[in-house]
């Protein structure tokens, strides 16, 4: 039996702005009763100084979308892991398919960032996942299989500090889900192969991501192996996003 207590993350990508943030973050904390899941929101560099100030005190925790994988120095446009600790924040996506399509970031610049994050003293959400060609080729589980081994090479036992999050390149703002059973085969990979890296397995959340909206998040859930959703479109809607809450509380 598990212990882990689902992990529901809402990734803005490039949305937002002031006033937006502002509304959509007031209706969701006002709306937590009876919420009792991990809940986050990832949202871009220029307001985690806003959503920290409007997050404090509450259950909801800061993420942010991505981290440089330098320490400091000449990195125009960089935001290091210290930077973001500054503003308190809890987690960080790393490696999420959008990263790794337009800004060519590789398993091994992925690794890189989570070690980053975590010698920060924040938890890299690791995102893996196979294109839709890769999948119809048959070589799901070995696509997710060696994006996690490149983030377990570099962190070694540390990996039970982090957060998985299997997004399926297809099913990314596509409206087309995986079923709970595709999401459940390749998490039963990804926990098979964080059982054989550390003795705290146990510790690490699986998370599904790709068009989870309120209407299919509960079956999801429901799966033995996901632990939580990582969502896009659906988090920028209060009522969607708290509803996808709701089905993530016991
Ligand atoms: P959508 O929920 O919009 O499909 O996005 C999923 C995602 O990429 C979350 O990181």
Known sequence: MTVRSKL???NWKMHGGLADNASLLSEVLNGLEGVNCRAAVCVPAPYLAQVQTLLAGS????GAQDVSAHEAGAYTGEVSATMLRDFSVRYCIVGHSERRQYHGESN???A???QRAL????TPIVCVGESLAEREAGHTESVVKRQLAAVIHTIGHCV???VVAYEPVWAIGTGWTATPEQAQSVHAVLRAQLKAATAHSDRVSILYG???NAANAADLLAQPDVDGGLIGSAALKSFEFL???KAASC
Do not use: H, R, Y
Request: net charge negative; aromatic share 0%.
């Open 119 to 122: 010698a920060a003293g924040i």
């Open 8 to 10: 529901m993350v809402g």
């Open 243 to 245: 509803t996808m809450l």
């Open 112 to 114: 890189t960032k989570a």
């Open 108 to 110: 091994d610049l992925v």
């Open 160 to 162: 039970s500090e982090i």
């Open 210 to 212: 790709g068009s989870m």
């Open 59 to 62: 259950a909801v925790s800061l």
